[in-house]
């Protein structure tokens, strides 16, 4: 089964700058895709981000980009630039390729941006 | 383009009384159907999901059930609530193995308060 582990619970950062949330995980499959998830306090799960296993380039969506370690099962979100909108939960997931699709969700990092 | 609906968007019910959620999604054909749940300020619990019509599988044993009975509608029950069963409730769709990249597309979820 997989695990998906975010170690940071809480995070606070001055508007403006960047931040990065940690993201680790297990399996021992090879094809796989990764996301992170953003939920405001509206509740709304909004997805931010995805990333292939199988491509190396990491994945980059205006101010959000990925930096995807395969070998060392670590998936991480910087968010630069950060605003006030930026403030939510976020969520990593990890979803099979073939067969399951599930989704193992991590216990997620609250992330305040402080004006 | 594809879009999610839950109902109620809040509900408050006594312990003991049965409970009725609502999920549809409009724009897409087959998808796979999940259920999930948020206590307050934790990560998300998968309850069930659907590959299919009458198709169900639980995640995690307990007081609710789950029905497909159109191909876009997911019905969330219970028969007799517990106080435990308060919390935020998430439905969420996904294509199938082979048609795409596997996020999750949430609901805008359901706040139930069990008294």
């Known amino acids: 089964a997989q695990t998906v582990t975010q170690s940071q619970p809480e995070m606070s950062v001055q508007e403006a700058e960047t931040v990065t949330l940690s993201c680790t995980y297990d399996t021992s499959e090879n094809n796989y895709y990764l996301f992170w998830y953003k939920q405001p306090p509206s509740r709304q799960m909004i997805l931010v981000i995805r990333?292939?296993?199988?491509?190396?380039q990491n994945a980059t969506e205006n101010r959000f980009s990925v930096n995807f370690q395969k070998a060392a099962k670590s998936f991480s979100l910087k968010i630069s630039d950060s605003q006030l909108g930026d403030t939510a939960m976020y969520f990593c997931a990890f979803g099979m390729s073939f067969g399951n699709e599930k989704l193992t969700f991590g216990t997620g990092t609250r992330l305040t941006i402080i004006p | 383009s594809q879009t999610i609906h839950q109902w109620p968007a809040t509900l408050v019910q006594p312990v003991g009384s049965p409970l009725s959620l609502e999920c549809t999604v409009e724009g897409t054909s087959n998808p796979n159907l999940y259920w999930y749940r948020q206590a307050a300020g934790r990560g998300l619990q998968l309850l069930f999901y659907s590959v299919g019509i009458g198709q169900i599988s639980s995640e995690v044993p307990q007081n609710l059930s789950a029905s497909r009975p159109q191909d876009r509608q997911f019905i969330l029950s219970s028969k007799k609530l517990l106080l435990s069963d308060s919390g935020f409730y998430l439905c969420?769709?996904?294509?199938?193995?082979?048609?795409?990249?596997?996020?999750?597309?949430f609901g805008p979820g359901t706040r139930l308060t069990v008294t």
């Open positions: 969420a769709w996904t294509l199938k193995a082979g048609q795409g990249t596997y996020e999750q597309y």
């Open positions: 990333q292939e296993a199988y491509k190396q």
